[in-house]
């Protein structure tokens, strides 16, 4: 039997309603925003979170690869030239190794990755695995944690900087250049979606590809909170 498609504002009303299952709601964010861990536990999350940066231009560059679209291709490449730069120091991930440093972690030991965990690992590379396999729309949908992203990115700079004094405002450079950023992206991510998943099967579809992505973040935090016991 033929399922008719949702209505605009249902579709997105939708996805919007999963936002409690973003990572922010985390026990482990609750403690970080409070300023309850300890030095050795926010090396974990900075060293374990810049395994999840890295893998986002490979994940971008497989949604490229499989989309036909050449609009939305164009549209696309932004977002890795973000995270990768336009030249040496001049990118996303290298802000995130700038925060790293802050929080005590020498480079070498962010870039060998010594410190990921292995369910930390496994979430990432289950995502990008899921952005080289699926249909590009549906690798698009998982993405609209972006909606959720702008306001925990702020409060974020405020509460770091309230709790962890050793912390400087230019280390926490990755999240004050991205709050407007990640913002107009969730808005483009989300006029994408809206656009391309026209029929019932491809909105459910849509909405279930965020659930995992959700799902993704939600273990890698569990991850690190298991390693830093």
Not at 23 to 35: D, E, I, V
Not at 83 to 108: F, I, K, Q
Not at 172 to 180: G, M, P, Q, S, V
Not at 190 to 198: K, Q, S
């Amino acid at each position: 039997m033929l399922v008719e498609p949702l209505a605009e504002s249902a579709f997105i009303a939708a996805l919007r309603g999963l936002s409690h299952r973003y990572w922010g709601t985390h026990p482990f964010h609750h403690r970080l925003h409070a300023g309850e861990l300890d030095a050795h536990e926010l090396r974990l999350w900075a060293a374990n979170r810049w395994y999840y940066q890295q893998a986002l231009p490979q994940k971008d560059a497989a949604i490229i690869s499989n989309c036909p679209l050449p609009e939305i291709r164009r549209q696309w490449l932004d977002r890795i030239v973000y995270h990768d730069g336009t030249s040496a120091g001049s990118s996303g991930t290298e802000r995130w190794l700038r925060l790293c440093e802050a929080v005590g972690l020498d480079r070498e030991e962010v870039l060998d990755e010594r410190h990921v965990a292995p369910g930390v690992r496994f979430a990432v590379d289950a995502y990008v695995t899921f952005a080289r396999t699926k249909p590009w729309w549906e690798a698009v949908a998982s993405g609209l944690t972006e909606m959720f992203a702008g306001h925990l990115m702020r409060q974020r700079v405020a509460d770091m900087l309230a709790h962890y004094s050793w912390i400087a405002p230019a280390d926490l450079a990755y999240f004050t250049n991205r709050i407007d950023k990640v913002a107009g992206e969730g808005k483009d991510t989300l006029d994408i979606v809206v656009r391309h998943c026209v029929t019932r099967e491809q909105q459910d579809r849509a909405i279930a590809a965020l659930s995992f992505k959700c799902d993704v973040l939600w273990s890698v935090l569990d991850a690190v909170e298991r390693a830093a016991r």
